[in-house]
């Protein structure tokens, strides 16, 4: 199953339905027009270049696809979400596209008007979810035949992981369990299915090709070998998933996906919806471009500020640890003296003296992230996120909070609701209070929740509570 090659099939299928769909509702204009089926009924039809039109109406229906978020996941969609995707999609397309022509007709009939919308959002409606439903069928009958398989290994070796893999045996057949990686020396499974221990990890997943891990450990109360072992596993592209302990099973973070199996609680999945999911990265692109531009004066002015002040560089480039636990170099303004760590990482705060006079005003604002709207554009960040750690910070913060391994799963953030409430971390344990609160907006995330966020953040900037 090659999860690239599906969304690609998906776009071409949607562009060709609205070709088909725009072709067919040229000619119905037409048709209404010359023939005059409505007596009584006199309709002036603007003189459009339907040829570019032609061109344009599938590339603005694919962008709207896009924002309902039915590009996400589409391995894992159900009849249901293509039909509620494709209705919301085709009435919003069709909604706006007769806004334009609206304004185009010089005279227009409001019984033409709603009859020629009906057309559209019908012609839209069906042969986009025919063309879907041709995937989604072919994707059924993949997992049906065997075919395709998600190949899913258990991680544990005692009765919880026997009994995972005999539900998913029984009741999950698209799941191929390729066998258990051992975390004990006690072992309750199948001793010719045991593929290794986690220090082969690794191995075990590319040799398998790996799509699905479950963690299943009989001791459900040893939270520092269950988070040490997702940790690990994030810097894989695979699902993980671990049986709920009582704390999961009560706060509803544990999820029956398919009935006799046990409910499992998934680390990769994010809580917020494939639509919120899509237009908050659209947002993240749109907002971080055009702030560039409207501070690229800015962001000159405080470049030769910079320069002036003390000796080095103007931008400053540290690793830090993204989505998935991957590390990239976050951008920012330099606020220190060239040299103030020296290769050993310290901790700043409002009356660090490493602290340029330059510097000491950037953080207050906060000016000093504005180059982040970069790593924003290129993926790296989310305007809204937790923020990102290095790598001697969060092995740190593990020794006392081995869930800190649960933000991996979304984008780091501009900002978020951690540091509003914390704000600069100069301790360890202030970024443990802090990723409390990274963790209760990561299971709240939502585009509402965002916007407040984002709020308060301009707050904090215009009265330079930054430091």
């Not at 609206?102 to 019984?111: I, N, P, R, T």
């Not at 986690?198 to 891990?213: G, P, R, V, W, Y």
């Not at 340029?356 to 960040?381: A, C, H, S």
């Not at 391994?405 to 100069?426: A, E, F, N, V």
């Amino acid at each position: 199953m090659n999860k690239n090659l599906l969304v690609k099939k998906y776009i071409l299928y949607d562009m060709l339905a609205a070709l088909i769909v725009w072709i067919a509702f040229v000619i119905f204009r037409k048709t209404i027009n010359d023939i005059h089926i409505l007596d009584g009924i006199h309709v002036l039809i603007p003189n459009y270049d339907y040829i570019t039109s032609l061109i344009l109406f599938p590339f603005y229906c694919i962008f709207i696809h896009s924002l309902s978020g039915i590009y996400l996941n589409t391995h894992k969609k159900t009849r249901g979400s293509l039909i509620l995707a494709t209705l919301v999609s085709s009435a919003f397309i069709s909604l706006s596209v007769f806004l334009v022509l609206k304004l185009g007709d010089a005279v227009v009939s409001y019984e033409y008007f709603y009859f020629s919308l009906l057309v559209l959002f019908s012609l839209l409606f069906i042969f986009t979810f025919t063309f879907r439903n041709i995937i989604f069928s072919q994707i059924q009958k993949n997992y049906k035949t065997k075919k395709w398989t998600i190949n899913t290994i258990i991680i544990g070796n005692g009765n919880n992981a026997h009994k995972i893999a005999s539900d998913l045996e029984n009741h999950a057949p698209q799941n191929s369990i390729i066998g258990f990686v051992t975390t004990d020396k006690k072992i309750s499974v199948p001793a010719d299915k045991v593929l290794g221990n986690m220090i082969q990890i690794a191995s075990i997943i590319e040799k398998n090709d790996i799509h699905e891990t479950i963690v299943a450990l009989d001791n459900e109360e040893d939270e520092t070998q269950l988070f040490k072992i997702i940790n690990l596993l994030y810097k894989f592209d695979v699902d993980i998933q671990f049986t709920p302990r009582l704390y999961e099973i009560l706060i509803g973070s544990a999820k029956i996906t398919k009935l006799g199996i046990s409910p499992l609680v998934s680390i990769t999945k994010s809580s917020m919806p494939d639509w919120q999911a899509s237009i908050k990265r659209f947002l993240d692109i749109v907002i971080s471009f055009i702030s560039l531009i409207l501070v690229s004066p800015f962001l000159i002015y405080f470049s030769i500020k910079i320069k002036g002040d003390s000796k080095g560089p103007v931008f400053y480039r540290q690793e830090r640890i993204g989505r998935y636990g991957r590390p990239f170099k976050i951008l920012k303004f330099r606020t220190m003296y060239l040299g103030s760590e020296n290769g050993i990482p310290k901790l700043s705060s409002s009356e660090d003296e490493r602290i340029t006079p330059v510097g000491r005003m950037l953080r207050k604002y906060r000016i000093d992230e504005i180059p982040q709207f970069w790593n924003i554009l290129r993926g790296d960040m989310s305007l809204v996120g937790p923020r990102p750690e290095r790598r001697y910070y969060i092995n740190k913060i593990m020794d006392e909070a081995p869930y800190y391994c649960l933000l991996y799963k979304i984008r780091p953030g501009l900002t978020s609701w951690g540091p509003i409430k914390i704000g600069y971390s100069d301790t360890v344990e202030k970024m443990i209070e802090r990723l409390n609160y990274d963790i209760i907006y990561m299971e709240n995330m939502t585009l509402a929740t965002d916007v407040k966020i984002l709020m308060y953040t301009f707050e904090i900037i215009f009265k330079g509570k930054g430091v």
